[in-house]
């Protein structure tokens, strides 16, 4: 059974920045899609990045040039190095992944899924 587990998330002031990570069990991690997907209160869930299993990188607009999606295949893990993050970026912010090769920020495409990790940031 594959499982998707987050960590990292805090509070941080506007500017600061956090690193999120995610592990992904089961399957071999290089053959993973992954990406990470935020929802906040009151507001539908939205992807942030993705990272397909060929190593091909989406970001949606609103993150571009602040924030950086990897993976270190040793570990296991997927990241989620967030900058210059504003108060407008506090979120659940979730993990997905899935089989396949795909760098798509739908959230339609992904399986499997963590249980999110919480992102405050204040002004």
């Known amino acids: 059974q594959v499982q998707v587990v987050e960590s990292g998330g805090g509070s941080v002031q506007a500017g600061g920045s956090l690193r999120l990570s995610c592990t992904v069990s089961?399957?071999?991690?290089?053959?993973?899609?992954l990406a990470w997907f935020h929802q906040a209160p009151g507001k539908e869930r939205e992807g942030v990045a993705a990272?397909?299993?060929?190593?091909?990188?989406n970001y949606a607009d609103f993150v571009q040039g602040r924030f950086t999606i990897s993976k270190d295949m040793v570990k296991s893990t997927l990241y989620l190095q967030m900058n210059s993050l504003k108060p407008e970026d506090s979120a659940m912010y979730y993990c997905?992944?899935?089989?396949?090769?795909?760098?798509?920020?739908?959230?339609?495409?992904?399986?499997?899924w963590g249980r999110g990790t919480q992102v405050t940031v204040s002004s």
């Open positions: 089961y399957y071999t991690f290089s053959r993973y899609s």
């Open positions: 990272l397909a299993s060929d190593g091909s990188r």
């Open positions: 997905a992944a899935d089989l396949g090769n795909y760098d798509s920020l739908s959230e339609y495409v992904y399986n499997y």
